[in-house]
């Protein structure tokens, strides 16, 4: 196992979508990880007193028009990010990815079934649910989270459904059958471990567009509440101060858009990396 | 009058380990109206010498040595000129018909393609010819519309479509590579007549590639034995076959299942030739048959093999060739 | 052909159903009592109870249910709590900005996208490919919401070229109706564009190695005429289809972006029945936002078959 994640390690250090991609991510995350420890300031510090600073020693990125230091909530908004987005990865894939297995392996009225029912919830972006979630709940993370985490599913239940059907039509899982295994043990021992691949592919693609969802809806007001900083409630509130100081519109955007790329890069190297085969159009 | 003329030919490919020569320096010739077989077993390089005188070769190929076509050099031709030549002075068939018509297009549209292209003929004279080329393959109109789509057809009945694309311009060059391979064996027979018949009819010239000894046999005049990459091999097929002079296409030939056992004591072991085709990118320093050759000798590992003329143009390539019975 | 269309419209219809359970269930049922909802905690009790009748509350769930299904058959989609006008006018009225926009922006993305991904393909490996690519990289990244807010920058507080949000009406003249349109469009348009190119270049290689393409290359097709006449219809198959499933992110996008500009459209619309809990508009529009999607994506299959002769259910020959 530990042989494999390094062969992987030394192809993907030859492509440059994953060391940069790779790169980007990892800063991403450890900053994050960061936030827990320390930030610059505080940001629940408000201080008008020092609203609208330019970039300096003391406030590194400046300050907003309450006086908070952007760079810390920067960086606690990135913890912010990773988290709703994560969770909603948990949700989609520890439901998709057993529904897509199960289709996979059963065919028939059930495979329908799943078809139908993934079609229908592609039919409710996230930003449909959140409204929905919101409508009856109230605005909060946890809408957020539960709303994307619902539009994940489909996705992760159509690709591993997608990848264990041609995994099934493979001469070792014939032979498995003809030994009696069921088709459960199969989808478990089999089939998952092979997938696994595509799905951690999926993953970073997922993962993405989780933060860009998380954004889109922090930034309506439907996701992440105040004083908690987000990038897209930061973003909402720089709106207001668009004349005054255009500057606060374009941190928490690059920080979404850099995070984004890293993740998309990395997850396109990811893919060449391990499965080559695929032989895609680079 | 020498229809096509290949001197030196050398197509190698840029991998990232390097150059692989798949052709390495053949020569041969046709006449005008020959039919002339390429065998060989897969990877040989006979698919690559098409593709070398269609200049189809893939992105990475380089390649070096003369190919004359009535007179003119190929190679010499820009990408534009070429392309006047293709479907015009050479017609070319593939392996896999399911695959290798457009989906999306009528056949009737496919075949008018080239009478467009290079004849400039006006619409009715397109449609006349279409249906005059249909018929000739066996295709009569009644029964197969022009509109009809490829996925309507059988492979046979695609191959046949891809005969009639090919010679729609009447080129001087036939090219077939594995026509029939990947056709049903009762339909293999009447495509390969086909051919034939249409060679015949109009004086053009043939190539046929493949890797059945039967099939050479029966449709070719002159026959060209290639092993990775080199010519191992040419001559009259009669001649050939008759006294074959390289350990290789005795072995080849000796492989050839052979029917009408019934008693015990007459089976025997399905012969093949021992070991296995060497990977693309060895070099050899003598001979690449040398490690799998029953008759092979010292110097057949550390020299190249020299060519032993055998009267009636007939040639081997061979440092200990099989005696003539 | 005509078992296939019977099958689509089956599950169509099967699907529009089940829509219409799901967001019955979340908005109505869920929340337990959708009147204390609607009115707040603060409310009075016979102000609850008014509302409780108006809305039916009392009466069995299915009976609710079925009643809603059949007036949403026959053009009624309920009253809005906030305005006191039929939901069916709210709609009507805002579509009148939200569909041209959507419409705009995909006849954007598509004559941006396209030809880009045709000239990405056709210098495979090549700086315009590489060029066409990192476009791609970039529009997917960038939010559309913080393009919108870039735009607005250059634009409107920059360049005063166009006003910043707000819509200035179709009574006002087309002319200034669009000027308010046009940011939007193109924030709108950009990530669609940008998945769009790369699906298309994509597609378009894939083709473009296909052993057809081979046959007529050995028929003296050139390398151009390959391309616009054997390979392009092949790939964009499934560019139209790719396009057609991105209708939700389009809608998704549209009501970021109308609430970033202030656009009285139905995004916009839906954001504030939210906020003012306005659940009979949330239900309505919820309801016909997703059967849009659902009805494209209907759609999309349909012209697939169209356009790819082989899913017609020829004869084999």
């Known amino acids: 196992m530990a042989k494999r994640f390094s062969e992987i390690f030394r192809h993907g250090l030859k492509n440059r979508s994953f060391v940069i991609g790779g790169l980007i991510t990892l800063l991403f995350f450890l900053i994050a990880l960061l936030s827990y420890i320390w930030t610059p300031h505080a940001v629940e510090d408000l201080s008008i007193v020092n609203k609208l600073r330019l970039p300096d020693s003391t406030y590194w990125l400046g300050t907003d028009h309450f006086g908070r230091d952007i760079f810390s909530m920067l960086i606690v908004g990135a913890r912010n990010s990773v988290i709703v987005a994560f969770?909603?990865?948990?949700?989609?894939?520890?439901?998709?990815?057993?529904?897509?297995?199960?289709?996979?392996?059963?065919?028939?009225?059930?495979?329908?079934?799943?078809?139908?029912?993934?079609?229908?919830?592609?039919?409710?972006?996230a930003i449909i649910s959140a409204i929905m979630i919101t409508a009856i709940l109230g605005p909060g993370a946890i809408n957020s989270i539960i709303a994307i985490g619902i539009f994940n599913i489909p996705v992760f239940a159509r690709v591993s459904r997608g990848a264990a059907l041609s995994i099934w039509k493979r001469d070792f899982i014939l032979a498995a059958r003809s030994?009696?295994?069921?088709?459960?043990?199969?989808?478990?021992?089999?089939?998952?471990?092979?997938?696994?691949?595509?799905?951690?592919?999926?993953?970073?693609?997922?993962?993405?567009?989780?933060?860009?969802?998380?954004?889109?809806?922090?930034?309506?007001?439907?996701?992440?509440?105040?004083?908690?900083?987000?990038?897209?409630?930061?973003?909402?509130?720089?709106?207001?101060?668009?004349?005054?100081?255009?500057?606060?519109?374009?941190?928490?955007?690059?920080?979404?858009?850099?995070?984004?790329?890293?993740?998309?890069?990395?997850?396109?190297?990811?893919?060449?990396?391990?499965?080559?085969?695929?032989?895609?159009?680079? | 009058m020498t229809l096509l003329k290949i001197?030196?030919?050398?197509?190698?490919?840029?991998?990232?380990?390097?150059?692989?020569?798949?052709?390495?320096?053949?020569?041969?010739?046709?006449?005008?109206?020959?039919?002339?077989?390429?065998v060989g077993e897969s990877g040989c390089g006979k698919s690559i010498t098409a593709l070398a005188i269609m200049s189809l070769l893939p992105e990475r190929s380089v390649i070096s040595g003369n190919i004359t076509l009535n007179g003119e050099n190929l190679l010499a031709l820009s990408p534009a000129q070429m392309c006047k030549v293709r479907g015009n002075q050479i017609g070319m068939i593939f392996q896999e018909p399911m695959t290798a018509l457009n989906p999306v297009k009528t056949i009737g549209n496919q075949i008018a393609e080239s009478l467009h292209l290079h004849l400039g003929l006006r619409k009715k004279e397109v449609q006349d010819r279409v249906c005059q080329l249909m018929e000739n393959v066996g295709l009569p109109r009644q029964r197969f519309p022009l509109g009809l789509y490829p996925h309507q057809l059988s492979g046979g009945q695609r191959q046949r479509v891809m005969i009639a694309m090919a010679i729609a311009c009447e080129p001087d060059l036939l090219i077939?590579?594995?026509?029939?391979?990947?056709?049903?064996?009762?339909?293999?027979?009447?495509?390969?007549?086909?051919?034939?018949?249409?060679?015949?009819?109009?004086?053009?010239?043939?190539?046929?590639?493949?890797?059945?000894?039967?099939?050479?046999?029966?449709?070719?005049?002159?026959?060209?034995?290639?092993?990775?990459?080199?010519?191992?091999e040419t001559g009259p097929t009669t001649e050939v076959f008759k006294h074959m002079a390289h350990p290789y296409t005795q072995g080849l030939f000796s492989a050839i299942p052979k029917t009408g056992i019934s008693t015990r004591s007459d089976r025997t072991r399905l012969y093949t030739i021992p070991g296995q085709v060497p990977e693309i990118h060895i070099k050899f320093k003598g001979c690449s048959f040398a490690d799998r050759c029953s008759r092979v000798l010292a110097e057949c590992r550390s020299q190249v093999p020299p060519t032993v003329d055998l009267g009636n143009h007939h040639q081997a390539w061979c440092f200990n060739p099989l005696e003539r019975t | 052909m005509s078992v296939f269309f019977a099958k689509r419209v089956t599950a169509l219809v099967i699907t529009l159903m089940l829509t219409t359970v799901v967001i019955f269930l979340v908005l109505e049922i869920l929340p337990g009592d959708p009147a204390s909802l609607m009115l707040g905690i603060s409310a009075e009790a016979d102000t609850l109870a008014a509302l409780r009748t108006e809305l039916g509350l009392d009466?069995?769930?299915?009976?609710?249910?079925?009643?809603?299904?059949?007036?949403?058959?026959?053009?009624?989609?309920?009253?809005?709590?906030?305005?006191?006008?039929p939901v069916s006018e709210l709609i009507v009225e805002r579509i009148a900005i939200s569909l041209p926009l959507a419409l705009m922006a995909i006849i954007?993305?598509?004559?941006?996208?396209?030809?880009?991904?045709?000239?990405?393909?056709?210098?495979?490996?090549?700086?315009?490919?590489?060029?066409?690519?990192?476009?791609?990289?970039?529009?997917?990244?960038?939010?559309?919401?913080?393009?919108?807010?870039?735009?607005?920058?250059?634009?409107?507080?920059?360049?005063?070229?166009?006003?910043?949000?707000?819509?200035?009406?179709?009574?006002?003249g087309v002319g200034p109706a669009l000027r308010s349109l046009i940011l939007p469009t193109i924030a709108l348009a950009l990530p669609q564009a940008a998945i769009l190119a790369r699906v298309t270049r994509s597609s378009l290689l894939d083709v473009l190695k296909e052993d057809?393409?081979?046959?007529?290359?050995?028929?003296?097709?050139?390398?151009?005429?390959?391309?616009?006449?054997?390979?392009?219809?092949?790939?964009?198959?499934?560019?139209?289809?790719?396009?057609?499933?991105?209708?939700?992110?389009?809608?998704?996008?549209?009501?970021?972006?109308?609430?970033?500009?202030y656009l009285p459209g139905l995004g916009r619309l839906i954001f504030q029945a939210v906020a003012q809990r306005d659940l009979i508009v949330v239900k309505n529009l919820v309801l016909i936002l997703a059967a849009t999607v659902i009805l494209i994506n209907f759609v999309v299959d349909v012209l697939y078959a169209l356009i790819d002769p082989r899913l017609r259910g020829g004869e084999n020959g």
Do not use: C
């Not at chain 2, 030196?8 to 020569?27: E, R, W, Y």
């Not at chain 3, 315009?128 to 920058?153: C, E, H, K, T």
């Not at chain 3, 390959?226 to 289809?241: D, E, F, K, Q």
């Open chain 3, 59 to 85: 009466r069995p769930v299915l009976v609710r249910y079925s009643s809603w299904v059949l007036d949403l058959l026959q053009g009624n989609l309920g009253t809005s709590l906030t305005y006191d006008v």
């Open chain 3, 212 to 261: 057809f393409i081979r046959t007529a290359h050995a028929k003296g097709v050139s390398q151009r005429r390959a391309l616009w006449s054997h390979a392009l219809r092949n790939a964009l198959i499934p560019v139209v289809t790719i396009m057609g499933l991105q209708f939700s992110f389009l809608l998704a996008g549209a009501i970021i972006i109308e609430n970033v500009f």
């Open chain 1, 179 to 282: 030994a009696g295994k069921g088709s459960f043990k199969i989808s478990l021992e089999h089939v998952l471990p092979n997938i696994f691949s595509m799905l951690i592919v999926q993953t970073t693609i997922q993962f993405a567009l989780g933060i860009l969802a998380e954004a889109g809806l922090s930034y309506l007001g439907l996701g992440t509440q105040p004083p908690a900083p987000s990038w897209g409630k930061m973003l909402n509130e720089a709106q207001t101060m668009l004349y005054l100081a255009p500057q606060l519109a374009i941190y928490p955007g690059v920080a979404i858009a850099l995070t984004v790329l890293g993740l998309n890069l990395f997850g396109d190297g990811l893919r060449d990396v391990l499965d080559p085969k695929l032989r895609r159009n680079r």
């Open chain 2, 176 to 232: 077939a590579d594995e026509p029939t391979t990947a056709l049903d064996v009762t339909v293999q027979e009447q495509i390969l007549d086909l051919i034939l018949e249409l060679a015949d009819r109009s004086g053009m010239g043939l190539i046929i590639i493949s890797h059945d000894l039967g099939v050479i046999a029966q449709t070719t005049e002159k026959i060209l034995v290639m092993y990775t990459g080199n010519m191992f």
């Open chain 3, 108 to 172: 954007l993305s598509t004559v941006i996208a396209i030809p880009m991904g045709i000239i990405a393909a056709s210098n495979h490996n090549r700086p315009l490919d590489f060029f066409v690519m990192s476009f791609s990289q970039l529009g997917i990244a960038i939010p559309n919401f913080w393009f919108a807010l870039l735009l607005i920058i250059l634009f409107s507080i920059v360049l005063r070229w166009v006003p910043a949000g707000g819509f200035a009406g179709w009574d006002a």
């Open chain 2, 7 to 38: 001197e030196n030919l050398t197509v190698s490919i840029n991998t990232a380990q390097g150059p692989i020569d798949i052709i390495k320096q053949i020569d041969f010739q046709m006449e005008t109206g020959e039919k002339l077989g390429i």
């Open chain 1, 87 to 125: 969770v909603a990865i948990g949700i989609g894939a520890g439901i998709g990815v057993p529904l897509g297995l199960t289709a996979a392996a059963r065919k028939g009225w059930v495979d329908e079934v799943i078809m139908r029912f993934n079609d229908f919830t592609f039919a409710f972006p």
